[in-house]
């Protein structure tokens, strides 16, 4: 695929709705339907300070992405029918074979790679009532498996999901993923489990071609508390059992929050990746008032293993930052974080935060392990004028570690854009 791929996918986002065919040119359809594409300029420095002699002293490289996504309405009638589509583009603009793997490109240290890579996929979605069914590309954002996008471009999964709301306050998800596209792929690929903290000395790389998932959460308390249950499967090497529990409650001018995630997994069917046994529990608490938010997190990975989750997501877990996740087998981590909201200081579109996550009570070898990380994330979107919608991010980090990660210095720079096509 090249740059004809997409400039096929924007001809087709922007006109693809009128061109449908009579029986389903209907109001909502059309009217009800969007796309956008957005410019991100990606650079990306990690500073590997402890690497051996000969080895691979720092991971440098700047590239240009393109993403797109369109997403029709649904033909009127009591079923109602659609299409999800999304198509992007990664062009390479600084590279070496001694400062490639950054995960912007598909290559890896030693080789930098092509100058360009895409990819695209396509849903076909139904609605029936208040229940919507997608099979196609996927890019789900549940509990259990929320798709990547820490990079130039997104996780996509190829897959079957379902989305129920008949209730009142209860949303129930239920589906299957066969297949990835990895942030840095060209092709869809089996599914992995997780590879940086996990460690599988006796057995091959772990992977599966069917990722089963089920539950949902119920809202009540004016929609205040809700309650979440889920369980989802990496057939034939993990399963996992999640209870999610959030509370917000204003107290004057305070708003406080409460997140708690206790997570159960286990090895499944063939053991893929050998006997498997964690338990996470994970809490985040927060107070704002104005533009000030402040956060404590706990997080425990309890078992005989580091805890388990797809390759490349976001776990909703509260240590998952921007290099470490905290969750090696019988590690704890606590947090403290504060956030601030320029808007209330005349400069809207401006934020910031700092974040320390301190992590031990695990082991690396016969010594005790001991990390931390320190993140500064600071952002500003142009909120009006020609300009609006152009978005400048630095996320800086800092990790000490005597683990196998060591320490590290990275800092990524991202300017976007989004240009509303429909």
Excluded: C
Aim: no cysteine; proline share 3%; glycine share 10%.
């Amino acid at each position: 695929m090249s740059r004809t791929l997409l400039a096929q996918a924007v001809a087709l986002a922007t006109a693809g709705a009128g061109l449908a065919l009579p029986s389903l040119a209907q109001a909502d359809f059309i009217n009800d339907s969007k796309a956008t594409l957005e410019l991100r300029n990606f650079y990306f420095n990690r500073d590997l300070r402890n690497s051996a002699p000969g080895s691979q002293a720092k991971r440098e490289e700047w590239a240009q992405g393109f993403i797109l996504k369109a997403e029709s309405g649904f033909t009127e009638g009591t079923i109602g029918f659609g299409v999800d589509a999304y198509a992007g583009l990664g062009v390479k603009l600084s590279s070496s074979d001694d400062r490639a793997g950054s995960n912007l490109l598909p290559n890896s240290y030693g080789s930098e790679g092509s100058d360009e890579y895409s990819e695209a996929a396509v849903a076909a979605k139904v609605r029936l009532s208040k229940t919507v069914a997608k099979v196609g590309g996927l890019m789900p954002k549940l509990p259990v498996v929320s798709s990547g996008d820490a990079r130039l471009l997104p996780q996509v999964f190829n897959g079957a999901m379902l989305t129920s709301q008949e209730i009142a306050g209860l949303t129930v998800n239920a589906g299957q993923l066969r297949e990835v596209n990895y942030r840095d792929s060209t092709d869809m690929q089996k599914m992995r489990i997780n590879t940086a903290t996990y460690t599988q000395k006796n057995f091959p790389l772990a992977e599966s071609n069917r990722f089963n998932f089920i539950g949902g959460d119920y809202k009540f308390n004016q929609d205040n508390t809700a309650v979440g249950l889920w369980y989802s499967e990496l057939q034939d090497i993990y399963d996992q059992k999640l209870l999610q529990l959030t509370h917000n409650q204003a107290v004057g001018a305070w708003k406080l929050g409460a997140v708690f995630g206790y997570f159960d997994s286990d090895e499944n069917g063939r053991q893929l990746a050998g006997k498997i046994d964690n338990d996470l529990t994970s809490l985040m608490l927060s107070a704002n008032t104005g533009a000030h938010t402040f956060r404590l997190g706990y997080q425990h990975s309890d078992g005989d293993n580091p805890f388990p989750f797809l390759q490349e997501t976001d776990p909703a877990i509260s240590s998952y930052l921007q290099i470490l996740d905290f969750t090696r087998a019988g590690e704890r981590s606590w947090q403290a974080r504060y956030d601030l909201n320029f808007a209330s200081y005349g400069v809207p579109g401006l934020n910031a935060f700092v974040r320390y996550v301190r992590g031990d009570e695990f082991k690396v070898g016969n010594v005790d392990g001991k990390e931390w990380e320190r993140d500064l994330d600071i952002s500003y979107t142009i909120q009006e004028g020609t300009l609006k919608n152009l978005a400048f991010r630095w996320r800086n980090a800092m990790v000490r570690s005597n683990a196998s990660i060591g320490d590290l210095d990275e800092n990524r720079l991202i300017v976007s854009y989004t240009i509303p096509l429909l």
